[in-house]
T-cell receptor, first 113, second 114 residues
Framework: SQQGEEDPQALSIQEGENATMNCSYKTSINNLQWYRQNSGRGLVHLILIRSNEREKHSGRLRVTLDTSKKSSSLLITASRAADTASYFCATDRSGGSNYKLTFGKGTLLTVNP | GAGVSQSPSNKVTEKGKDVELRCDPISGHTALYWYRQSLGQGLEFLIYFQGNSAPDKSGLPSDRFSAERTGGSVSTLTIQRTQQEDSAVYLC????????????FGEGSRLTVL
């Protein structure tokens, strides 16, 4: 079953604008990760936030985590055409011993030049 | 190698044929995962290896699917008697012992069953 569900399914913005994507999940987690996938390529890890963290930054990326609401958001500031890709959240469930990540269906972000 | 390598990158086969997909993880990575991604969908977990053993193969969709890993390195995913619903991109990922949890993915093998 899908642990993470991204919202919106698709997002189209102009270059320079900010893009916000949301992820909701169902069970307790150890950490939540965001990945990016360019069309026809593999996934690339962007950022990991632990369950005891509330916010994390990496360059133009800002991730928040609200464990009480079981939700996370990914903000990309000052977007560029090269940011066009699908973005997935992935959760590592608490108590799991195999470090299996469960992925959502992703948000397709299109940044128009 | 520098990254996770998968082959073939594209495979077109006829229904009923067997296919083998190969994954060469990052050198030294003990954990290896296979995921499947259907068109426009998220990733569906198939199987996880720690070394040569597979403690979690819960995601394999049917007994037509099997996977092995030898020498704690290369893994092969085999699909027997392929069906059209097997058409998807099969992604392999690996993770090192010292990892915080990040998976490193290959570019995937796109399987089309006619």
């Amino acid at each position: 079953s899908q642990q993470g569900e991204e919202d919106p399914q698709a997002l189209s913005i102009q270059e320079g604008e900010n893009a916000t994507m949301n992820c909701s999940y169902k069970t307790s987690i150890n950490n939540l990760q965001w990945y990016r996938q360019n069309s026809g390529r593999g996934l690339v890890h962007l950022i990991l936030i632990r369950s005891n963290e509330r916010e994390k930054h990496s360059g133009r990326l800002r991730v928040t985590l609200d464990t009480s609401k079981k939700s996370s958001s990914l903000l990309i500031t000052a977007s560029r055409a090269a940011d066009t890709a699908s973005y997935f959240c992935a959760t590592d469930r608490s108590g799991g011993s195999n470090y299996k990540l469960t992925f959502g269906k992703g948000t397709l972000l299109t940044v128009n030049p | 190698g520098a990254g996770v390598s998968q082959s073939p990158s594209n495979k077109v086969t006829e229904k009923g044929k067997d296919v083998e997909l190969r994954c060469d993880p990052i050198s030294g990575h003990t954990a290896l995962y296979w995921y499947r991604q259907s068109l426009g969908q998220g990733l569906e977990f198939l199987i996880y290896f720690q070394g040569n053993s597979a403690p979690d193969k819960s995601g394999l969709p049917s007994d037509r699917f099997s996977a092995e890993r030898t020498g704690g390195s290369v893994s092969t995913l085999t699909i027997q008697r392929t069906q059209q619903e097997d058409s998807a991109v099969y992604l392999c990922a690996s993770r090192g012992l010292a990892s915080t949890g990040e998976l490193f993915f290959g570019e995937g093998s796109r399987l089309t069953v006619l």
